[in-house]
T-cell receptor, first 113, second 113 residues
Framework: ELKVEQNPLFLSMQEGKNYTIYCNYS?????LYWYRQDPGKSLESLFV???NGAVKQEGRLMASLDTKARLSTLHITAAVHDLSATYFC?????????????WGLGTSLAVNP | NAGVTQTPKFQVLKTGQSMTLQCAQD?????MYWYRQDPGMGLRLIYY???????DKGEVPNGYNVSRLNKREFSLRLESAAPSQTSVYFC????????????FGDGTRLSIL
Protein backbone atom coordinates (compact mmCIF):
# COMPACT_ATOMS: atom_id res chain seq x y z
CA GLU A 1 0.00 0.00 0.00
CA LEU A 2 1.30 3.40 -0.96
CA LYS A 3 1.99 5.82 1.84
CA VAL A 4 3.13 9.39 1.46
CA GLU A 5 5.04 11.14 4.21
CA GLN A 6 5.91 14.80 4.29
CA ASN A 7 8.35 16.51 6.56
CA PRO A 8 8.42 18.75 8.26
CA LEU A 9 4.72 19.09 9.04
CA PHE A 10 5.23 22.58 10.40
CA LEU A 11 7.82 25.07 9.29
CA SER A 12 8.42 28.59 10.46
CA MET A 13 11.02 30.51 8.55
CA GLN A 14 12.25 34.03 8.07
CA GLU A 15 11.83 36.01 4.93
CA GLY A 16 14.83 35.73 2.67
CA LYS A 17 15.82 32.25 3.85
CA ASN A 18 15.89 29.03 1.86
CA TYR A 19 14.32 25.76 2.89
CA THR A 20 13.26 22.37 1.54
CA ILE A 21 10.14 20.33 2.15
CA TYR A 22 10.49 16.58 1.67
CA CYS A 23 7.96 14.11 0.37
CA ASN A 24 8.73 10.40 0.65
CA TYR A 25 6.51 7.68 -0.75
CA SER A 26 6.62 4.03 0.11
CA UNK A 27 6.07 2.11 -3.13
CA UNK A 28 6.44 2.65 -6.83
CA UNK A 29 4.66 5.69 -8.12
CA UNK A 30 5.08 7.31 -11.49
CA UNK A 31 3.66 10.75 -10.81
CA LEU A 32 4.08 13.21 -8.01
CA TYR A 33 1.99 16.31 -7.46
CA TRP A 34 2.43 19.41 -5.35
CA TYR A 35 -0.50 21.55 -4.25
CA ARG A 36 -0.83 24.70 -2.21
CA GLN A 37 -3.68 25.54 0.17
CA ASP A 38 -4.16 28.94 1.78
CA PRO A 39 -5.98 28.97 5.15
CA GLY A 40 -9.68 28.36 4.68
CA LYS A 41 -9.28 28.16 0.93
CA SER A 42 -9.20 25.60 -1.80
CA LEU A 43 -6.20 23.67 -3.12
CA GLU A 44 -4.24 24.93 -6.09
CA SER A 45 -2.10 22.75 -8.31
CA LEU A 46 1.56 23.81 -8.33
CA PHE A 47 3.55 21.09 -10.07
CA VAL A 48 3.14 17.72 -11.73
CA UNK A 49 6.35 15.67 -11.88
CA UNK A 50 6.23 12.88 -14.41
CA UNK A 51 9.59 11.16 -14.48
CA ASN A 52 12.79 10.50 -12.62
CA GLY A 53 14.94 13.60 -12.50
CA ALA A 54 12.08 15.92 -13.36
CA VAL A 55 12.55 19.47 -12.11
CA LYS A 56 10.02 22.24 -12.34
CA GLN A 57 10.26 25.83 -11.17
CA GLU A 58 7.74 28.56 -10.64
CA GLY A 59 8.96 31.77 -9.05
CA ARG A 60 10.60 30.98 -5.71
CA LEU A 61 9.45 27.36 -5.70
CA MET A 62 11.28 24.48 -7.32
CA ALA A 63 10.12 20.86 -7.23
CA SER A 64 12.11 17.77 -8.12
CA LEU A 65 11.52 14.04 -8.28
CA ASP A 66 13.86 11.12 -7.64
CA THR A 67 11.88 7.95 -8.33
CA LYS A 68 14.75 5.68 -7.29
CA ALA A 69 14.88 7.25 -3.85
CA ARG A 70 11.07 7.63 -3.84
CA LEU A 71 11.56 11.23 -2.89
CA SER A 72 10.29 14.57 -4.07
CA THR A 73 11.45 17.90 -2.76
CA LEU A 74 9.92 21.36 -2.81
CA HIS A 75 12.63 23.97 -2.43
CA ILE A 76 11.83 27.48 -1.38
CA THR A 77 14.30 30.20 -2.32
CA ALA A 78 14.43 33.54 -0.53
CA ALA A 79 11.05 33.07 1.11
CA VAL A 80 8.50 35.86 1.19
CA HIS A 81 5.40 36.21 3.35
CA ASP A 82 3.09 35.44 0.43
CA LEU A 83 4.40 31.88 0.39
CA SER A 84 2.80 31.20 3.78
CA ALA A 85 0.39 28.33 3.15
CA THR A 86 0.06 24.58 3.53
CA TYR A 87 1.82 22.53 0.86
CA PHE A 88 0.66 19.04 0.00
CA CYS A 89 2.34 16.38 -2.05
CA UNK A 90 0.40 13.51 -3.57
CA UNK A 91 1.60 10.39 -5.36
CA UNK A 92 -0.31 8.41 -7.92
CA UNK A 93 -0.71 4.81 -6.94
CA UNK A 94 -0.34 2.29 -9.72
CA UNK A 95 -2.78 -0.51 -9.08
CA UNK A 96 -4.14 -1.72 -12.36
CA UNK A 97 -7.24 0.24 -13.19
CA UNK A 98 -7.71 1.43 -9.63
CA UNK A 99 -5.36 4.35 -9.86
CA UNK A 100 -5.75 7.03 -7.25
CA UNK A 101 -3.79 9.73 -5.51
CA UNK A 102 -2.45 9.24 -2.02
CA TRP A 103 -1.92 12.51 -0.20
CA GLY A 104 0.62 13.56 2.37
CA LEU A 105 -0.54 15.31 5.54
CA GLY A 106 0.71 18.68 4.33
CA THR A 107 3.44 21.04 5.48
CA SER A 108 2.19 24.20 7.12
CA LEU A 109 4.61 26.96 6.22
CA ALA A 110 4.76 30.32 7.98
CA VAL A 111 7.12 32.93 6.59
CA ASN A 112 7.84 35.64 9.11
CA PRO A 113 9.21 39.12 8.49
CA ASN B 1 -14.57 32.01 -14.66
CA ALA B 2 -16.25 29.95 -11.95
CA GLY B 3 -14.24 26.70 -12.21
CA VAL B 4 -15.56 24.29 -9.58
CA THR B 5 -18.50 25.54 -7.52
CA GLN B 6 -19.62 23.85 -4.32
CA THR B 7 -22.77 24.51 -2.35
CA PRO B 8 -23.36 25.07 0.44
CA LYS B 9 -20.18 26.54 1.91
CA PHE B 10 -21.21 25.83 5.51
CA GLN B 11 -23.77 23.49 7.02
CA VAL B 12 -24.67 22.22 10.46
CA LEU B 13 -26.67 19.01 10.72
CA LYS B 14 -28.05 16.92 13.52
CA THR B 15 -27.10 13.27 13.77
CA GLY B 16 -29.34 11.20 11.53
CA GLN B 17 -30.28 13.99 9.15
CA SER B 18 -29.61 13.64 5.46
CA MET B 19 -28.02 16.12 3.14
CA THR B 20 -26.70 16.46 -0.39
CA LEU B 21 -23.60 18.45 -1.21
CA GLN B 22 -23.64 19.90 -4.68
CA CYS B 23 -20.72 20.34 -7.04
CA ALA B 24 -20.63 21.75 -10.55
CA GLN B 25 -17.75 22.50 -12.91
CA ASP B 26 -17.81 24.58 -16.06
CA UNK B 27 -14.48 23.48 -17.52
CA UNK B 28 -15.85 20.56 -19.54
CA UNK B 29 -13.81 18.15 -17.43
CA UNK B 30 -14.45 14.44 -17.67
CA UNK B 31 -13.43 13.36 -14.18
CA MET B 32 -14.78 14.56 -10.85
CA TYR B 33 -13.90 13.72 -7.26
CA TRP B 34 -15.10 14.10 -3.72
CA TYR B 35 -12.58 14.35 -0.89
CA ARG B 36 -12.79 14.95 2.81
CA GLN B 37 -10.11 16.81 4.71
CA ASP B 38 -9.64 16.23 8.41
CA PRO B 39 -6.96 17.61 10.72
CA GLY B 40 -3.95 15.31 10.82
CA MET B 41 -5.40 13.05 8.11
CA GLY B 42 -4.68 14.85 4.87
CA LEU B 43 -7.09 14.49 1.99
CA ARG B 44 -8.96 11.23 1.54
CA LEU B 45 -10.89 10.28 -1.54
CA ILE B 46 -14.52 9.39 -0.93
CA TYR B 47 -15.78 8.72 -4.45
CA TYR B 48 -14.78 9.63 -7.96
CA UNK B 49 -16.33 9.64 -11.38
CA UNK B 50 -14.03 9.04 -14.31
CA UNK B 51 -16.69 10.06 -16.80
CA UNK B 52 -20.36 10.85 -17.04
CA UNK B 53 -22.39 7.85 -15.99
CA UNK B 54 -19.66 6.14 -13.97
CA UNK B 55 -18.76 6.30 -10.30
CA ASP B 56 -16.24 4.39 -8.19
CA LYS B 57 -15.43 4.13 -4.53
CA GLY B 58 -12.37 5.80 -3.09
CA GLU B 59 -10.69 5.20 0.25
CA VAL B 60 -13.55 6.14 2.58
CA PRO B 61 -16.91 5.60 0.83
CA ASN B 62 -18.91 4.23 3.77
CA GLY B 63 -21.83 6.44 4.74
CA TYR B 64 -21.85 8.30 1.42
CA ASN B 65 -23.50 8.02 -1.96
CA VAL B 66 -22.80 9.95 -5.13
CA SER B 67 -24.55 10.83 -8.35
CA ARG B 68 -22.93 12.01 -11.55
CA LEU B 69 -25.99 13.79 -12.83
CA ASN B 70 -24.38 14.95 -16.05
CA LYS B 71 -20.93 15.98 -17.17
CA ARG B 72 -21.03 19.16 -15.10
CA GLU B 73 -22.50 17.98 -11.82
CA PHE B 74 -21.38 15.48 -9.19
CA SER B 75 -23.28 15.37 -5.92
CA LEU B 76 -22.42 13.73 -2.60
CA ARG B 77 -25.16 12.51 -0.30
CA LEU B 78 -25.07 11.70 3.38
CA GLU B 79 -28.11 9.53 4.06
CA SER B 80 -27.86 9.51 7.85
CA ALA B 81 -25.24 11.93 9.09
CA ALA B 82 -22.92 10.91 11.93
CA PRO B 83 -20.57 13.07 14.01
CA SER B 84 -17.62 11.21 12.42
CA GLN B 85 -18.58 12.83 9.14
CA THR B 86 -17.82 16.29 10.47
CA SER B 87 -15.20 17.49 8.03
CA VAL B 88 -14.37 19.83 5.20
CA TYR B 89 -15.49 18.37 1.89
CA PHE B 90 -13.81 19.25 -1.37
CA CYS B 91 -15.02 18.58 -4.85
CA UNK B 92 -12.45 18.51 -7.64
CA UNK B 93 -12.35 17.90 -11.36
CA UNK B 94 -9.74 17.08 -13.96
CA UNK B 95 -9.79 17.15 -17.72
CA UNK B 96 -8.80 13.52 -18.01
CA UNK B 97 -8.03 10.84 -15.51
CA UNK B 98 -6.47 11.14 -12.10
CA UNK B 99 -3.06 11.78 -13.66
CA UNK B 100 -4.18 15.25 -14.66
CA UNK B 101 -3.93 18.17 -12.20
CA UNK B 102 -7.13 18.54 -10.27
CA UNK B 103 -9.05 21.77 -9.88
CA PHE B 104 -10.69 22.14 -6.50
CA GLY B 105 -13.77 23.92 -5.27
CA ASP B 106 -13.70 26.13 -2.18
CA GLY B 107 -14.97 23.39 0.09
CA THR B 108 -18.02 22.74 2.25
CA ARG B 109 -17.52 22.94 5.99
CA LEU B 110 -19.91 20.41 7.51
CA SER B 111 -20.54 19.99 11.23
CA ILE B 112 -22.70 17.19 12.58
CA LEU B 113 -23.90 17.51 16.13
Amino acid sequence: ELKVEQNPLFLSMQEGKNYTIYCNYSTTSDRLYWYRQDPGKSLESLFVLLSNGAVKQEGRLMASLDTKARLSTLHITAAVHDLSATYFCAARMNAGNNRKLIWGLGTSLAVNP
Amino acid sequence: NAGVTQTPKFQVLKTGQSMTLQCAQDMNHNSMYWYRQDPGMGLRLIYYSASEGTTDKGEVPNGYNVSRLNKREFSLRLESAAPSQTSVYFCASSVGGIEQPQHFGDGTRLSIL
